[in-house]
């Protein structure tokens, strides 16, 4: 089992920066799964924001490419998501994901389908 907490998340104005940890834990290891982001607004589907696949590649959603950015620190186990020029469409909860059962799908879908989940946090972007 993996346990993920996020921390991080609150509320900013429009052009404001977050940063995202999330802490990885249990007794399986994450160092070969993909770890990534995805967020979730009430009453919308689950949208796959960003990726590490565990081999050096990461994957973002074109709403956020150039503004998030995705590490990842296989020793401490965690993965943070900064997130620069923030704008209301960004608010949502986002959670922190562990996935290592669906390695044919594509890297952000896998977020969203992920084995691991963390219990979320919540980002509010005033305009």
Known sequence: QVQLVESGGGSVQAGGSLRLSCQASGDTSISRMLMGWFRQVPGKEREGVAADDSF????????????????????????????????????????????????????????????????????????
């Open 56 to 127: 050096g590649s990461t994957s973002y959603a074109p709403s956020v490419k150039g503004r998030f950015t995705i590490s990842r620190d296989k020793f401490r186990n965690t993965v943070d998501l900064q997130m620069n020029s923030l704008n209301p469409d960004d608010s949502a909860m986002y959670f922190c994901a562990a996935d290592g059962l669906h390695p044919y799908m594509r890297s952000l879908s896998r977020t969203v389908h992920a084995d691991y989940v963390g219990q979320g946090t919540q980002v509010t972007v005033s305009s």
